[in-house]
């Protein structure tokens, strides 16, 4: 399974930072370990004791030559169906989702990488350079004490991604070090101490890269290297403890292209080896 890897100064990534940034270190499943096993176990039996919440984020981007666009109407609809279909998991395993919380877009980028893109608000409007950070979703509600709180703890799990591999093997926690203020500032929002955060990021080429592609332009040649994804990322946060309790990649199985989600998305084990399949 291939490593991903951050956006470039050029824009033209394999996947959009808001997995890359967070998976850097996924690398392939591996078998659970006795020792992981025990700590998942655990892990269940404490999720059983009070309901969670979830905190779902959506990017969705069509790659082109020298930049990226934004797609806002995928994005915001994927993070939905993210979220939604975490939910109905949860709920089959006997957890009570208190509360879904989408805030933003593309959540994970930070504001000098958003701002070299352009957005596209709906299907069929013009592309326009973005001016926005951060993105809001089309539901945030929330202030700006709120936004940044949660924006505080996107980047500190992008902070702690080098621990993933490790905690990945033997189910330990990974120090999330959010301040404690943001981390008051969710748990109130959320009504919660422990929240799932999941990231959902999908690319697709536009026809004019693959066109380009085609010819014998090494510059495109090379482009075509980077291949589309759709690929999610969990967390499971503590935010009493201000740790990291568990983390899953996987791949979208869905098309998020064709048009705008709806309902749940299409995707295999979302919550193995927590809770195996």
């Not at 291939?2 to 499943?29: D, E, H, Q, R, Y």
């Not at 020792?35 to 969670?52: G, I, M, P, W």
């Not at 990226?68 to 709920?91: F, G």
Request: glycine residues 6%; aromatic residues 6%.
């Amino acid at each position: 399974m291939a490593t991903l890897f951050n956006l470039s100064s050029l824009k033209m990534l394999t996947l959009p930072l808001a997995i890359a940034a967070v998976t850097i270190f996924s690398g392939c499943a591996t078998t659970t370990s006795p020792e992981a096993r025990s700590a998942y176990d655990k892990t269940q039996q404490n999720l059983k004791s009070q309901s969670v919440s979830i905190i779902s984020d959506g990017c969705v981007l069509l790659v082109e030559i020298g930049n990226d666009n934004i797609m806002y109407k995928q994005s915001d609809a994927v993070s939905v169906a993210i979220a939604n279909t975490l939910k109905d998991k949860l709920n089959e395993k006997g957890l009570t989702v208190s509360n879904v919380s989408s805030p933003f877009i593309c959540g994970a980028m930070t504001q000098k990488e958003l701002g070299e893109m352009d957005i596209v608000m709906t299907e069929g409007a013009k592309d326009v350079l973005n001016t926005n950070y951060p993105i809001l979703s089309a539901n945030n509600t929330f202030d700006g004490v709120t936004n940044q709180a949660y924006l505080n703890l996107y980047t500190a799990l992008v902070n702690v991604k080098k621990e993933y591999a490790n905690s990945q093997k033997t189910g330990s926690n990974t120090a999330l070090n959010l301040d404690a203020a943001s981390l008051n500032t969710i748990r109130q929002t959320e009504g919660t101490n422990k929240v799932f955060v999941v990231f959902a990021a999908a690319n697709k080429q536009s026809f004019g890269l693959r066109l380009a592609a085609a010819s014998t332009s090494p510059l495109a040649g090379a482009l075509m290297n980077r291949a589309p994804g759709q690929d999610y990322a969990i967390h499971l946060v503590n935010l009493a403890t201000s740790q990291v309790e568990w983390t899953k990649f996987g791949k979208i199985e869905s098309e998020v292209f064709k048009k705008p989600v709806t309902g749940t998305i299409v995707t295999k084990k979302i919550l193995d080896p927590l809770y195996p399949e």
